[in-house]
């Protein structure tokens, strides 16, 4: 030690201790007596020892505490890394991908539907390809591109096929048939679209309608079956006349039936003094007054521009032998819907010739008269037919246009037609058709 040799070369010099504000002080010998200021040289060099020592003890000691300081820093900031990797905070578990569940690891990421995804994992639904613009749909908790969305969701119109535009308030506005659903634009009810006469369809752009002689137009599935003049009618006719049979409600007398034109259907109506409640769209007439009525024919030549053959008209006089006249059906119907307008106005024939009050209310009297079309339409289960009568099999076109003239019926608005055949239905439910009847001839109302 440096300060140790000097202490040997310098033994004949003074040394003296002062303490922090530079006083003298005094040692004591072992034997307890003041040998003064004065030190020899084995005094000072024991002195020297004994400093040495304590200044080696008190540096180990310092040395010591700061070691100690750093093993326990150093533990510490283990313990935080080693509770970092065993338990996950908030912030990891935030940062999985709601696509694949796996860590979001540095790179780009989005932040969405309140999740975050890889790029590559926020995929449209629909076509299941990534969504990279910033924009999309949410439909059930599931991301869609605008244009997936739009093909999938936004309703197009099924006559001239494109999607149905948002109205003034931005709300997406259509019409829909309320049994066939046919969805389109409001429009199309002003811009002179045409509707099949027979199952109300609107007729689509990239579908052709057939054309009546007086305006109407059939679609191709009605057009199947359609009865076109009044011979082919007749097989039908005897049909309904069975049905009536089969009920022990068999005809007193032959009626003559006609198919007319919708123009000589109206001006037959409004010659009818019988005060019979009409729909505004007559479709079927039971006569009483003596008329002369042009009914149709066709020649059996039908040409790819003419498909049901040439037509013209020919006037009967109907002359009246008791109280009904004749029974007048409008031509070009389906045979399911001639069938039940056939159905109606034989049982107003019915009534009068069985010796029911000639004014019975329009309620009771339509009521009655739509029950019976109802029935016979509900029994047409089995075969459809063809105009000229002939059988062939059951068609997916004949169940839908059979539910939808019961539709028609059963949900009609009308007071007379609608509210008195569901009145009338629901006496015959719980009296029976022939208690029902014998009580409106008595009466002149539904049993209740």
Known sequence: MKWLSKIFKGSNHRVSYGDDQGRDTTTTSRDGRNKGAEKTVGDDLDHAIALSLSEEDHKNERGREHSDYDEELARAVQASLDITDRLPSSSTVRERCAGCNKEIGPGRFLSCMGAMWHPQCFCCHACKQPISGTEFAVSGNEPYHKDCYRELYHPRCEVCHNFIPPNSARLIEYRAHPFWGQKYCPAHEEDGTPRCCSCERMEPRDARYIGLDDG?????????????????????????????????????????????????????????????????????????????????????????????????????????????????????????????????????????????????????????????????????????????????????????????????????????????????????????????????????????
Not at 263 to 274: T, V, W
Not at 302 to 310: A, C, D, M, N, Q
Not at 400 to 423: N, V
């Open 216 to 448: 109407r137009k059939l679609c191709l599935e009605c057009l199947d079956t359609a009865v076109m003049d009044t011979h082919e009618c007749q097989p039908l006719y005897h049909e309904i006349q069975d049905f009536y049979e089969g009920m022990n409600m068999k005809m007193p007398q032959p009626i003559p039936m006609l198919l007319v034109e919708r123009q000589a259907l109206n001006e037959a109506r409004q010659n009818e003094k019988d005060g019979s409640h009409h729909l505004p769209e007559t479709r079927g007439l039971c006569l009483s007054e003596e008329q002369t009525i042009s009914t149709v024919y066709r020649r059996p030549r039908p040409s790819r521009h003419i498909p049901f053959g040439e037509m013209r008209t020919e006037s009967m006089k109907l002359t009246r032998h008791c109280e009904v006249t004749a029974i007048l059906v409008l031509f070009g119907l389906p045979r399911l819907l001639s069938g039940s307008i056939l159905a109606h106005e034989l049982m107003h024939a019915w009534l009068r010739l069985n010796g029911f009050p000639h004014l019975l209310d329009p309620v009771v009297e339509e009521g009655i008269c739509q029950v019976i079309a109802h029935m016979w339409l509900d029994s047409q289960i089995g075969s459809s037919s063809s105009s000229t009568g002939k059988s062939k099999p059951k068609s997916f076109n004949h169940d839908r246009l059979r539910e939808f003239f019961l539709h028609q019926i059963a949900m009609d608005s009308s007071p007379a037609y609608g509210q008195g055949f569901r009145t009338g239905h629901q006496a015959v439910v719980q009296f029976g058709l022939k208690r029902t009847l014998d009580h409106i001839k008595l009466t002149g109302s539904f049993p209740v």
